[in-house]
């Protein structure tokens, strides 16, 4: 059974930061692209940042900068580390891992079930 579950949200002031966790469980973490997303009611979840397996790392516009994702193969977890945290930044995060095959086809998809962050102004 695949588990994706987060940690490390919770409510800060702007300019501050958190470090959220994803720990994965039933999957080969290694083969698996992890990412991060955020979801504010009533608008679509978005990508926040991605990495893949070969560690190569990619960031929303907003968070360039400010965010930092990275992973740790032998602890199977996914981290995203939030610094100069806005008000803007208010969201569900979600964690994604997502397995693909040698020719790109998408052989996996999953999700964890949250965690909220607050940024208060």
């Known amino acids: 059974q695949v588990q994706l579950v987060e940690s490390g949200g919770g409510l800060v002031q702007a300019g501050g930061s958190l470090r959220l966790s994803c720990a994965a469980s039933?999957?080969?973490?290694?083969?698996?692209?992890m990412s991060w997303y955020r979801q504010v009611p009533g608008k679509q979840r978005e990508l926040v940042a991605h990495i893949t397996t070969g560690g190569s790392t990619n960031y929303e516009d907003s968070v360039k900068g400010r965010f930092t994702i990275s992973r740790d193969n032998v602890k199977n977890t996914a981290y995203l580390q939030m610094n100069s945290l806005k008000p803007e930044d208010t969201a569900v995060y979600y964690c994604?891992?997502?397995?693909?095959?040698?020719?790109?086809?998408?052989?996996?998809?999953?999700w964890g079930q949250g965690t909220q962050v607050t940024v208060s102004s």
């Open positions: 039933g999957i080969i973490f290694s083969i698996n692209d």
């Open positions: 994604n891992a997502a397995e693909y095959s040698d020719a790109g086809i998408l052989r996996g998809d999953y």
